[in-house]
């Protein structure tokens, strides 16, 4: 989608750091973070949100939390701990129309979330 963020970072029209890429998805760390690690994992398909992450999308979820889980090793808190978080929709607080899983870790956190 030409006017979708995270399609230009997928399409890499925008900048980012990008940490590790498959055929399927991205991960690339979040511009503002809020923890010593912060990154976004995407689809590279245009999915708007959870909602659309129906059974059909089986293989893009499930490398999306293989890559989770493999920088959570790289970054170092596989064993420290560390948060998902999918915002969806306006009161959850989701930005951008395309979905993505935050990875934080590096820092305690608390509960219930804000
Ligand atoms: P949301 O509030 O939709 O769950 O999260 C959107 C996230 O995207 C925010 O944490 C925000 O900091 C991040 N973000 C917004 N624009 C950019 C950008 O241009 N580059 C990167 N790397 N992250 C961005
Ligand atoms: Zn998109």
Redesign the pocket.
């Known amino acids: 989608m030409d006017d979708c963020?995270f399609c230009r970072?997928v399409n890499k029209e925008?900048g980012?750091?990008i940490v590790e890429e498959s055929a399927n998805s991205i991960a690339?760390?979040?511009?503002?973070p809020?923890a010593p690690v912060?990154l976004?994992i995407v689809p590279k398909e245009h999915i708007t949100s959870l909602r659309e992450l129906n059974e059909d999308k089986c293989d893009i979820l499930s490398d999306i939390f293989r890559m989770i889980n493999d920088i959570a090793v790289s970054e170092g808190i596989d064993q420290s701990g560390y948060r998902v978080?999918v915002?969806t929709g306006e009161e959850a607080?989701?930005?951008?129309g395309h979905v993505?899983f935050?990875l934080l870790g590096g820092r305690f956190m608390k509960w219930p979330p804000g």
């Not at 690339?28 to 503002?32: G, K, S, V, Y």
């Not at 607080?93 to 951008?96: A, I, P, R, T």
């Open positions: 963020l970072i925008i980012s750091e690339f760390r979040d511009i503002n809020q912060h976004l978080v915002n607080g989701q930005e951008v993505h935050h």
